[in-house]
Structures are given as C-alpha cells and as structure tokens.
C-alpha cells in the first residue's frame, strides 16, 4: 500500500513537499510526484529519449493494425522503431516487444498517453 514519504521518520528524504509518495513493491519503492492529488510534475529531462526513433514525422496511421496479429484495436506505437503492436488486453504483442528489445517508449492509439 502507498505509504506518505513525507511522514516517514527517515531523515534521509530531503523532500519538502508533502506531496512525496512512495510505492513499496518488492525490494525497491517507487516514488510518485503529486500522485495523491491529481497532478503530475512536469520534467524538463527524461532519460529515455534518447531512445525515440530518429524519424517520427512519418508515423503509422492510427487506424494502423497489429503487425503481428492483424488486430485492429487496443494497438500501440513503438516510438523506438515505429512497429505497432496490440495491447496486453488484446495479445500482449507490445509487451513482448518491450520485453525482448528494451523499448521503453510507447503511444497508445486507444487513450492518447506516453508510457
């Protein structure tokens, strides 16, 4: 469950912000800006750029079905390499890609969103 950063006794948080939140998973937390309210800090760097595709002006439409089944829905667009692929609720196609290549940037052509 999500614990408040913020109001852990741990003096090694420099954050001054009680919105601070931290995700315990497994042995590591992840921690979520804003989360609790509704926002979402803007970042000014993302490190993961410098893996977007070099060529993103010509894109695949987004009526564009999946390459390796031909599903029509719930598919998304690598943004490394521009291979569009279906969801996990469809046949995990992106998924398996992300798993075997390590592309870690993608757009849904269902709900407009970065991941």
């Known amino acids: 469950m999500a614990k408040n950063a913020s109001s852990s006794s741990s003096s ?3 954050s001054s912000s009680s919105s ?14 804003g ?5 979402v800090e803007a970042r000014t760097h993302c490190d993961h ?6 060529d993103l002006i010509h894109i695949p439409t987004a009526n ?5 089944c031909e599903h029509p829905k719930e598919n998304w667009l ?3 390499c521009k291979e569009v692929l279906c969801s996990r609720f469809v046949n995990k196609h992106m998924l398996e890609h992300y798993q075997h290549e390590q592309h870690n ?10 991941v």
């Open 12 to 14: 090694s948080s420099s």
């Open 64 to 68: 564009t079905s999946c390459s390796r």
């Open 78 to 80: 690598c943004l490394c």
């Open 20 to 33: 601070m939140q931290k995700i315990n998973g497994g042995d590591e937390g992840l921690i979520l800006d």
């Open 35 to 39: 989360s609790e309210s509704g926002w």
């Open 105 to 114: 940037l993608a757009l849904s052509y269902s709900v407009v969103f970065l």
């Open 49 to 54: 750029l410098n893996s977007l595709s070099p």
